[in-house]
């Protein structure tokens, strides 16, 4: 790997989920003693992402891309172009375009929304549920695979928008056992779950995984203790080498609460340096030896790459619901 040049590209800007990518990124490679490079682009600019991995074109044997959907399609046109090999969290199959140089190991959203609703019935032992989702795209997906699995398994399910000002009236009436906030945004979700909390204190809240991280718990204050998060981790619970590895590193950077977001910027940056070094440098071997269909664990879970799936996630569901004790996030269980 002496040899080998790696460039992580993150957008400027104060966005907890690529601040977070890119430190798990850059804590993943010192962990394994390789020298990396940072360019950092305007936060959904297309050409000035193109522009930043410009001097690079010819010279860069990885990159790992802390990015939006958008930002890292154009990282996989650049990575078949310029012939790097290229690992960014999204799970979205626009991304990879049947391109050979770019993997993407985010959490497909239906697995995801099928595994919250067994555990929603399996562990937390609700059967009525109110999601209450954003206006986004993918946020209404969430919520509309999660009420589509909770209503085959026999559960009754009303969702609304927080757009609209009588969603407290809809939650009323629905009568709900726990209510499944699906949105990302920590201004607009803290509000939401603070009224939440003040309208029905007892009733269980979920939130999603993107939620589960220390500036949230801390402006939530006393409104956070028995929340539910939607992991990805054990917290405190018998964990895999590669996770205990991520959390020692993490930990030791003063971050005691690892995100979803610094597990997929540490794997990605893991899952491409590794099978370089595999490779010798190598594009080629790199691709043949990620495309080979052996199982590779990681901090998030574990993957299995082949030619027709470069997500790799299909097999292997990393998904658990954690709650908030006494100021510790541990695994939500029966009975809990």
Known sequence: MAHTRILLLKPSGDDPSPVDQSLGASLAARRRNVKIETKTFRRGD?????????????GIDGVVGATGVP?????????????????????????????????????????????????????????????????????????????????????????ASAARPDWPDQLGSSQPELAYLVLSDERRALPLA?????????????????????????????????????????????????????VDALAAAGVPLPTANHGFGWDAMTLLIDALARA???????????????????????????????????????????VLRSGRVIPLEKDS
């Not at 297309?46 to 010819?58: E, I, T, V, W």
């Not at 964990?239 to 590895?245: C, D, L, Q, V, Y």
């Open 194 to 246: 603070q009224k939440l909390r003040s309208l029905y204190p007892r009733m269980p809240l979920l939130l999603g995984r993107s939620l589960l991280r220390a500036s949230f718990i801390e402006r939530a204050g006393g409104a956070a203790q028995g929340l539910y998060f939607v992991d990805m981790f054990r917290r405190g619970a018998p964990r895999s080498a590669e996770e205990a590895e991520f």
């Open 71 to 159: 930002e890292s399609t154009r990282l996989g046109e650049l990575s078949e172009k310029d012939k790097f090999l290229c690992l960014v969290a999204n799970n979205n199959p626009a991304v990879r375009q049947n391109r050979r140089t770019v993997f993407h190991i985010g959490v497909p959203t239906r697995m995801t929304a099928a595994s919250v609703a067994d555990q929603l019935l399996g562990v937390a032992g609700v059967r009525r549920v109110f999601l209450l989702h954003d206006e986004t795209e993918f946020q209404k997906r969430v919520a509309d695979n999660t009420a589509a699995f909770l209503a085959a398994a026999g559960a009754a399910v009303r969702a």
């Open 280 to 322: 010798d440098g190598k594009l080629s071997r790199a691709l043949d030896d990620l495309e080979s269909g052996v199982e590779i664990a990681g901090a998030t879970g574990r993957y299995r790459f082949d030619g027709a799936d470069h997500n790799g996630r299909q097999a292997f569901d990393p998904t658990l619901l954690s």
């Open 46 to 58: 297309l050409d000035d992402l193109a522009s930043a991995a410009a001097p690079y074109a010819g």
